[in-house]
Nanobody, 115 residues
Framework: QVQLVESGGGLVQTGGSLRLSCAASISIVSINTMAWYRQTPGKQRELVAS???????NYADSVKGRFTISRDNAKNTAYLQMNSLKPEDTAVYYC?????????WGQGTQVTVSS
């Protein structure tokens, strides 16, 4: 059973920073794409950022220039550095890993940005 465990969420003021971590129970070398999604009550889960095994990244327009996704294959961990946080970034953030065959989700970590 593959597990993805997020950490690093919390309460921060507008303009602050947080770094989320997603630790995998397997080598992420075998996980083609690592991604971060977020969800607020009553809304669909939305893609925030993704990174392929080759290092290609993709960001939602709303976070471009503020968030940075990265992965450390040696530590089996993906990260989401979030800077210049805004109240509208408040959500539960989920880590997702995708191979050619399987998809795994973490349990989520709450990020709250106060105004």
């Amino acid at each position: 059973q593959v597990q993805l465990v997020e950490s690093g969420g919390g309460l921060v003021q507008t303009g602050g920073s947080l770094r989320l971590s997603c630790a995998a129970s397997i080598s992420i070398v075998s996980i083609n794409t690592m991604a971060w999604y977020r969800q607020t009550p009553g809304k669909q889960r939305e893609l925030v950022a993704s990174i392929t095994s080759g290092g290609s990244t993709n960001y939602a327009d709303s976070v471009k220039g503020r968030f940075t996704i990265s992965r450390d294959n040696a530590k089996n961990t993906a990260y989401l550095q979030m800077n210049s946080l805004k109240p509208e970034d408040t959500a539960v953030y989920y880590c997702k890993g995708s191979s050619y065959v399987y998809t795994w989700w973490g349990q989520g970590t709450q990020v709250t940005v106060s105004s």
